[in-house]
C-alpha cells in the first residue's frame, strides 16, 4: 500500500513537471518575434532600436495572460491538460489583451524617450527623475495587469484603474512580484540551460502563489 502510494506521489510529481514544461515551450513559441530580435539584433542593441524592440514584445500580453491562467489553475489544483489551458488562457480576450498591451508599450516608450530627452537636451533634473518613475511603474505592473487579466471580465480602462491601486496600495505584493523575477533571473545565470525550460511557468506560478491571497480579498469585496 505504501508502494502504491509513493508511486502515486511520483507519477504526480512528473505531470506536473511536464505541465510546466509545456506551459513554458508554449510561452516560448509564443514570443518569437522577441527571440528572433535578441538573435539577430542582440541585446546590446534594444535602446537604439527600441520601437523594433516593443514592437517584437507585443505578442508578450497574451502568452503572459495564458502562463498567469494556467498557473492560476496549478495553485488551485484545478489544472488539466497543458496545452488545453494555455489555449483557452491565450485566445480567450485575446483582442483585449493586444490592446492592454500594446497601451503599456506605448506609455513604456513615451516615459523612456521623454526621460532620455530631459537628461540629456534639457538637463532637468525633476521631469528626469519624474518619467524616470512613470518608467519603473509602467514596467513593475505588468504582472499585476495580466494576473488581473487572466483571472477577471474587466474592461482595459478597469484593468488599469486596479493594477495602479494595487501597485500603489499594495508595495508588498509589488516588491514580491519583483524578488520573483529576480530570482529567476538568478537562477538562469546559475544554469541558463535548465532554467530556460521552466522560466516563464516558474515565475507564473510565483506570481500566482503569492498573489492568492489578495485576489481572495478582491473576490470577497467585490461580493
Not at 509564443?30 to 546590446?44: C, R
Not at 507585443?58 to 491538460?81: D, H, I
Not at 508588498?172 to 540551460?193: D, H, K, P, Q
Amino acid at each position: 500500500m505504501s508502494e502504491l502510494f509513493c508511486v502515486e506521489r511520483v507519477m504526480g510529481f512528473c505531470e506536473k513537471v511536464c505541465y510546466f514544461l509545456v506551459v513554458n515551450l508554449l510561452f516560448i513559441i509564443s514570443n518569437i518575434p522577441v527571440l528572433l530580435f535578441l538573435l539577430f539584433v542582440g541585446a546590446g542593441q534594444i535602446r537604439e532600436c527600441l520601437p523594433l524592440f516593443l514592437l517584437c514584445l507585443l505578442p508578450m500580453a497574451p502568452a503572459l495572460s495564458a502562463v498567469m491562467y494556467a498557473m492560476n489553475r496549478v495553485v488551485w489544483g484545478t489544472e488539466g491538460k497543458a496545452f488545453s489551458d494555455y489555449r483557452k488562457g491565450y485566445f480567450s480576450g485575446f483582442r483585449q489583451k493586444m490592446e492592454l498591451g500594446a497601451g503599456q508599450l506605448f506609455v513604456i516608450f513615451v516615459c523612456w524617450t521623454n526621460m532620455e530627452f530631459f537628461s540629456v537636451q534639457t538637463g532637468s533634473l525633476f521631469l528626469t527623475v519624474l518619467f524616470a518613475v512613470l518608467f519603473a511603474a509602467a514596467v513593475f505592473i505588468t504582472p499585476i495587469l495580466y494576473m488581473l487579466v487572466s483571472r477577471y471580465e474587466m474592461n482595459n480602462i478597469q484593468t488599469v484603474k486596479a493594477a495602479l491601486t494595487l501597485l500603489i496600495t499594495k508595495p508588498v505584493f509589488t516588491l514580491g512580484n519583483v524578488a520573483a523575477l529576480l530570482l529567476i533571473l538568478g537562477a538562469f545565470e546559475i544554469s541558463a540551460g535548465t532554467t530556460v525550460l521552466f522560466m516563464g511557468s516558474i515565475y507564473g506560478f510565483l506570481v500566482m502563489f503569492m498573489n492568492r491571497r489578495l485576489l481572495q480579498e478582491l473576490e470577497n469585496n467585490g461580493n
